[in-house]
């Protein structure tokens, strides 16, 4: 066996830099973590006005993808190996203490307010504290840059669950070229991890812009799609290993430029653009650019940064960013709560100042006497111990929300049900998978009504023609029709290419809707309901579907029903009774609009059926309508509401029986 090399020759194998700013302390990247975390938090609270904030994560990501593998490199220039318990006992101290006080401080503010679903909130805190957050928000199919998830106050947290699995594989990776190396008496060490880094990052970059065209949420929080980001930074350290003259003029002149280009992506990219995608290349290799040419002390871009003020907000930075969202998600309902007129910047003002108080006293008070600790850094078994007992905060935190949280709302008469139980009263066909999702085409048999009838429905349409579904599949089991459930999520009945929210193409939509038509025109059908969520498709598109429908069958277009401000089950949540739960359709931005097509407009066969006076007696939508919920969410009838419509559906199934 080849002799180990020693820590005095691995030295000289990495050639490691010596001027002291290219090895010590770089205040700059103090400056530049303020620049990103400052970019996020305006971001979240005003997304109109810096719609590319968001990247600011991505800035921190090639940071510490820098920081730590220059870290990394040193200690085993230095001693020819790496302590892995060391370095995730550092890791413990550095980041579990504050995360799991602002997880365990934010069940305990969603406790005071109301309209909070602080049982669902639980289930996040527990993968908050498990560090999984990225997996569970892919899995759920969470588009970050949406709206839909915008009130979970544990939004952000995603981007600390994947820097911690990537801290937990990264060290391991150098370690094992580092043996590798040691076992062939090799004697340089900085080319292997070069091609190391080059071969993960390309893979990693060319997995992120293939999934960001086809599954958006999971390219978004994947670790695999964002670890690239941190080998950008990873090469840096790498590269800047060797010493080289500071002060150059060229130098300065990038480091300047690519902190021009990073403040302009965070005007220029926003959520109509796909991401992260090739648009993420842009901002982080600005930031990995940055990194390399500012690492001169005298450099332009390394003086601006190094302002005393940026300086501070850079320490603070990891604080600022746990309590920032929380802090405006809260503040934002408790304006609702409080009547304050919706859209106000207010809240979200008062949420930057007091999350930034906040994050300085978590920062003195929490985050160093924590991290500098002289009986934790003297021993990693209490190290060790002491982070499995914060994980263990965290997470039994999470299950006494989970478990024992207020959860019940009053819908009249003195009768209490749960907000889970609002949120589950779906139809079947989610259970079945006859509602597909974004990605899925085809389709199972998706039979309902009386099964072996000899007339045949069809319902056709996006997750709204669900809202019908519960209606129909009575009336037809009463009236023996075969109910045939053709729907897809978020794929409008429209002979137009639609996409997803976030600007991604949808192909599966129209493969899907392609598939469905074919069918229909070759199979013998009496009946079909057609019904989509309002958009701003034009209505020539929607005639084109209509007419090919037509050609089939009679054809019945359900009016779209109006989207609500807020949920049911949150408005409930805080009031003293149903009753105050009401919404006037006069005051709806934007009411009605599916089918666009005006009746007299529509193709021979095809009408229309406007359900919403059952749905909004007199223009009024009420939480509760006839003893039950109205919705799940703001745009989505409840089941049990959906079968009062029944009769509605037995009438048209009637008029259609010949």
Not at 260 to 286: D, H, M, N
Not at 298 to 319: E, M, T
Not at 505 to 531: F, H, M, N
Request: hydrophobic residues 50%; contains cysteine.
């Amino acid at each position: 066996m080849n002799r180990p090399i020693a820590p005095a020759t691995w030295t000289a194998t990495l050639a490691v830099a010596t001027p002291q700013h290219a090895t010590g302390f770089r205040s700059d990247i103090e400056g530049l973590r303020a620049v990103s975390v400052a970019a996020v938090v305006l971001f979240h609270a005003y997304p109109d006005t810096l719609p590319g904030g968001f990247i600011g994560v991505d800035v921190f990501f090639v940071i510490s993808g820098f920081l730590i593998t220059r870290l990394l490199i040193r200690e085993l220039a230095a001693t020819g190996r790496i302590e892995l318990a060391d370095f995730w006992a550092r890791r413990i101290r550095r980041i579990l203490p504050a995360a799991t006080f602002v997880l365990c401080a934010t069940a305990l503010i969603a406790l005071m307010l109301p309209s909070v679903d602080a049982r669902l909130l639980g289930r996040h805190i527990i993968a908050g504290s498990l560090f999984y957050y990225n997996w569970r928000q892919a899995g759920n199919a969470v588009d970050y840059l949406g709206q839909e998830d915008r009130g979970n106050p544990l939004l952000h947290y995603w981007s600390l669950a994947v820097e911690e699995q990537f801290y937990l594989v990264w060290p391991l990776l150098l370690t094992l070229v580092a043996l590798f190396m040691r076992e062939r008496a090799a004697r340089n060490l900085r080319g292997p991890l070069v091609a190391l880094i080059a071969v993960l990052a390309v893979a990693s970059f060319t997995y992120c812009v293939c999934l960001t065209a086809t599954d958006g949420p999971l390219a978004f929080f994947s670790t695999l799609t964002r670890s690239w980001q941190f080998l950008a930074g990873a090469m840096v350290a790498v590269i800047s290993l060797r010493a080289r003259p500071e002060g150059q003029p060229l130098a300065g002149a990038i480091g300047v430029a690519c902190m021009l280009v990073l403040l302009a992506s965070f005007v220029w990219i926003s959520e109509s653009i796909p991401y992260p995608g090739v648009a993420a290349a842009v901002p982080t290799l600005a930031t990995a650019l940055l990194l390399h040419y500012g690492a001169s002390s005298d450099s332009w871009s390394s003086a601006a940064l190094s302002a005393a003020p940026l300086r501070y907000v850079g320490r603070i930075s990891f604080s600022w960013y746990l309590w920032h969202w929380p802090l405006i998600v809260f503040l934002g309902l408790a304006s609702v709560e409080g009547g304050m007129l919706a859209g106000s910047t207010v809240p979200a003002s008062l949420a930057i100042v007091l999350s930034f108080c906040l994050a300085a006293a978590t920062y003195h008070h929490i985050e160093q006497p924590v991290r500098y600790s002289a009986s934790l850094m003297a021993s990693r078994r209490t190290t060790f111990v002491f982070g499995a007992c914060l994980i263990a905060t965290g997470v039994l935190t999470g299950l006494a929300m989970k478990w024992f949280a207020p959860d019940a709302v009053h819908v009249g008469h003195d009768v209490f049900i749960s907000r889970a139980a609002i949120k589950d009263d779906r139809p079947v066909i989610y259970s079945d998978r006859c509602l597909l999702r974004h990605k899925d085409v085809n389709y199972a048999e998706c039979v309902y009504g009386a099964a072996f009838g000899k007339k045949t429905v069809v319902l056709f349409g996006d997750s709204h023609a669900g809202n019908w579904f519960s209606a129909l599949d009575i009336a037809a089991k009463k009236q023996g029709w075969r109910l045939l459930v053709r729907i897809k999520a978020s794929c409008r009945p429209i002979e137009a290419p639609q996409v997803h929210a976030d600007g991604r193409d949808y192909p599966e939509c129209g493969k899907w809707r392609s598939i469905v038509l074919e069918e229909l025109e070759s199979a013998s059908t009496q009946l079909i309901v057609v019904a989509g969520m309002s958009s701003r498709h034009l209505a020539v598109d929607e005639q084109k579907i209509f007419q090919r429908l037509a050609n089939v069958a009679p054809t019945v277009a359900m009016r779209d029903t109006p989207v609500l401000p807020e949920s049911p089950s949150n408005c409930l949540s805080r009031a003293e009774h149903p009753g105050d739960c009401v919404w006037h359709l006069k005051d709806f931005p934007s009411k009605n609009s599916y089918p666009k097509t005006a009746e007299s407009k529509l193709p021979m066969g095809v009408e229309i059926l406007d359900l919403n006076e059952r749905v909004c007696p007199q223009s009024e939508c009420r939480a509760v309508t006839v003893g039950r919920v109205l919705m799940t969410d703001e745009h989505h009838l409840t089941d049990s509401f959906s079968a009062t419509l029944s009769d509605e559906f037995g009438k048209l199934l009637i008029q259609h029986t010949k």
